[in-house]
């Protein structure tokens, strides 16, 4: 518990075995671009319980090992659609508890090995057909407390592996 609310983009530079970095629990509103280059061994990441209200495309480019990511707790409203992109390892993402209101398509294509995405107490109204296609580890999902109306057809084909399935108000 610090309060931090900024952090310059170089601040990490040299930690190149670094393996987990705990920044929850701050007042970070933004964070640079930058701020993870260099941060090649690095295999969780928790940002949760800040005030990020959007982050850049490019921020988690080079974590290639990160197995767990973590924004739960902010105050993120939107995501692009490429900020996943390069995460091939990523086995836990969590989303919970910030102010999405929707999620481009293919914002999940790349994560072929997550097996828990949280995406409750969110402001997701609707959900497109495909945005869960290629999960085939996925085991959770957690979609509790949004604002969902209706879901496509085959919103949920492919996921043989889930478990648990969080639909509740």
Same mark, same amino acid.
């Given at each position: 518990?610090?309060?931090?609310?900024?952090?310059?983009?170089?601040?990490?530079?040299?930690?190149?075995?670094?393996?987990?970095?705990?920044? +929850?629990? @701050? *007042? $970070? &509103? =933004?964070? !640079?671009? /930058? %701020?993870?280059? #260099?941060?090649?061994?690095?295999?969780?990441?928790?940002?949760?319980?800040?005030?990020?209200?959007?982050?850049?495309?490019?921020?988690?480019?080079?974590?290639?090992?990160?197995?767990?990511?973590?924004? +739960?707790? @902010? *105050? $993120? &409203? =939107?995501? !692009?659609? /490429? %900020?996943?992109? #390069?995460?091939?390892?990523?086995?836990?993402?969590?989303?919970?508890?910030?102010?999405?209101?929707?999620?481009?398509?293919?914002?999940?294509?790349?994560?072929?090995?997550?097996?828990?995405?949280?995406?409750?107490? @969110?402001? $997701? &109204?609707?959900? !497109?057909?495909?945005?869960?296609?290629?999960?085939?580890?996925?085991?959770?999902?957690?979609?509790?407390?949004?604002?969902?109306?209706?879901?496509?057809?085959?919103?949920?084909?492919?996921?043989?592996?889930?478990?648990?399935?969080?639909?509740?108000?």
């Amino acid at each position: 518990n610090n309060s931090l609310t900024a952090l310059p983009e170089g601040i990490f530079a040299g930690l190149s075995q670094l393996q987990q970095l705990g920044l +929850s629990d @701050n *007042k $970070l &509103s =933004a964070l !640079p671009e /930058g %701020i993870f280059a #260099g941060l090649s061994q690095l295999q969780e990441l928790s940002l949760r319980h800040n005030q990020l209200s959007g982050l850049p495309e490019g921020i988690f480019g080079g974590l290639s090992q990160l197995q767990l990511l973590s924004l +739960s707790h @902010n *105050k $993120l &409203s =939107a995501l !692009p659609q /490429g %900020i996943f992109a #390069g995460l091939s390892q990523l086995q836990e993402l969590w989303l919970n508890d910030n102010k999405l209101s929707g999620l481009p398509a293919r914002i999940f294509f790349r994560l072929s090995k997550l097996k828990q995405l949280g995406l409750d107490n @969110n402001r $997701l &109204s609707e959900l !497109p057909e495909a945005v869960f296609a290629k999960l085939s580890q996925l085991q959770l999902l957690s979609l509790q407390n949004n604002s969902l109306t209706a879901l496509p057809e085959g919103i949920f084909a492919g996921l043989s592996q889930l478990q648990q399935l969080g639909l509740s108000d």
